[in-house]
């Protein structure tokens, strides 16, 4: 495998192999610390970004790496056909991480870049996220048999990712989504997660009171969340999802494992309440970016 592009395409053998090795990496940092010495990793950016930005420099930095940064529209990959970017940067770099707007971009690059491109997030996935949560969860369970994982909220890039992944290594997946993101939907995952008997989509906000852990994210996409012209749309999101608002009233009085990727807004998906609150897991979410990716990236350059 070159690519992780998301996680429809990744065998469950690869996503149980980066799952354990990032737990060898957290536990064990100074193992690997010179594991991808000589080795150079480009970030590309053409989103605003905290976590993947931080986690993927300090990860390649902390396996003995070097890392990039480049803002795309601030590089020529902005005016020039990508292939002829993606064969030139090949010349110094090792791997490359991007987070761009547009999934075919994201294809492009991958396609004429003669090492490994890592998705960091598109309109339609988001694999490193999705290997982070799993960590986060398998951290707390042990297991994935008979875990059960609602997700809360606008079916969107990161609910394509932990579907796909989580039904993969043995997870139930609960979606409580009764909004899809149109520029999100993957057809061919769906069958796929439903092919495995361990998917169920309902629009009954209820059905979170069946769940060992409870994920929630943005009910708006980062590049439209302050955009004028997308306020409308915002609007008639919010008044839709109040009612699936990750809350203690949603909950019911059961108490799972409560999880969001971040950013969060408070008061919108997620009630301020819970972010907090004892059984919040989403700190351990966030810093568990940097152990899954620090793994992903020793194993796509099979330096582990
Ligand atoms: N969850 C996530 O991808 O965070 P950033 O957008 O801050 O990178």
């Not at 980066?18 to 940092?29: G, I």
């Not at 996220?129 to 008979?146: C, N, P, S, V």
């Not at 009233?249 to 009630?271: F, K, Q, R, S, W």
């Not at 897991?281 to 099979?302: G, P, S, T, V």
Request: charge should be negative.
């Amino acid at each position: 495998m070159k690519d992780v592009l998301s996680l429809k395409e990744m065998p469950a053998e690869a996503i149980w192999t980066v799952v354990k090795l990032a737990q060898d990496v957290k536990r064990n940092p100074e193992r690997y610390a010179s594991a991808l010495a000589g080795r150079n990793l480009l970030m590309l950016f053409q989103k605003t970004s905290t976590r993947t930005r931080l986690s993927f420099e300090l990860g390649v930095q902390e396996l003995g790496g070097r890392a990039v940064v480049m803002d795309w529209n601030k590089s020529n990959f902005a005016i020039s056909p990508i292939r002829y970017e993606a064969r030139y940067v090949a010349r110094h770099i090792h791997m490359i991480m991007a987070r761009l707007l547009r999934h075919a971009d994201v294809r492009e690059l991958a396609a004429s870049a003669p090492v490994p491109v890592i998705n960091g997030c598109c309109e339609r996935y988001h694999p490193t996220q999705a290997l982070a949560d799993l960590l986060t969860i398998y951290e707390r369970t042990g297991t994935f048999d008979g875990v059960t994982i609602a997700y809360v909220g606008i079916h969107n890039n990161v609910a394509n990712c932990l579907t796909a992944g989580a039904t993969k290594v043995g997870a139930k997946v609960l979606l409580v989504t009764p909004e899809v993101n149109p520029a999100s939907w993957d057809e061919e995952l769906m069958q796929q997660a439903m092919a495995t008997g361990r998917l169920e989509v309902t629009t009954d906000p209820a059905a979170v009171q069946r769940a060992d852990f409870v994920y929630t994210d943005t009910w708006v996409d980062m590049e439209h969340f302050n955009d004028p012209a997308y306020q409308a749309e915002k609007e008639r999101r919010l008044e839709v999802m109040l009612p699936y608002q990750v809350s203690r009233a949603l909950l019911n009085g059961h108490e799972p494992y409560i999880m969001h990727d971040m950013p969060i807004h408070p008061g919108l998906e997620i009630a301020e309440d819970l972010i907090e609150s004892e059984r919040s897991i989403i700190y351990d979410q966030a810093e568990n970016r940097l152990h899954a990716e620090k793994a992903l990236m020793l194993y796509l350059m099979q330096a582990a």
